[in-house]
């Protein structure tokens, strides 16, 4: 009796955890770069803009913008604009701003 508790228990628990992990949505990319798709998410999530984070990306590093990405934040809550911009000697760059405050997060050489 005792045993076959604990084994109706162990089952319980196992398929609880199977249903949590098959019920979460598949996130191979947190990111999202689809324009028209970054204003939704801003107005919803009330985001700095677009266009904000791109501004404030080149005033920390001048350039040309080649890609902006909108970024759930791995170890934190929040998200960040991932600003790639190209300088005038041709080193990409990496410009992390604050979705919700438009700080600046980071600057990174992109080495890839």
Same mark, same amino acid.
């Given at each position: 009796?005792?045993?076959?508790?604990? @084994?109706? @228990?162990?089952?319980?628990?196992? &398929?609880?955890?199977?249903?949590?992990?098959? &019920?979460?949505?598949?996130?191979?990319? /947190? /990111?999202? /770069?689809?324009?028209?798709?970054?204003?939704?998410?801003?107005?919803?999530?009330?985001?700095?803009?677009?266009?904000?984070?791109?501004? $404030?990306?080149?005033?920390?590093?001048?350039?040309?913008?080649?890609?902006?990405?909108?970024?759930?934040? $791995?170890?934190? &809550?929040? %998200?960040?604009?991932?600003?790639?911009?190209?300088?005038?000697?041709? @080193?990409? %760059?990496?410009?992390?701003?604050?979705? $919700? @405050?438009?700080?600046?997060?980071?600057?990174?050489?992109? %080495?890839?």
């Amino acid at each position: 009796m005792n045993k076959s508790i604990r @084994t109706s @228990t162990s089952l319980f628990i196992l &398929s609880l955890l199977l249903g949590l992990t098959l &019920s979460q949505p598949a996130m191979a990319d /947190d /990111d999202e /770069d689809n324009p028209a798709k970054i204003a939704e998410m801003a107005k919803a999530f009330g985001l700095i803009s677009l266009e904000e984070a791109q501004n $404030k990306a080149l005033a920390e590093k001048p350039g040309m913008v080649k890609e902006i990405e909108l970024e759930r934040r $791995k170890f934190r &809550s929040g %998200w960040d604009y991932e600003v790639e911009i190209l300088d005038a000697s041709g @080193t990409e %760059w990496e410009v992390y701003i604050d979705a $919700k @405050t438009g700080k600046v997060n980071g600057v990174h050489r992109d %080495w890839f």
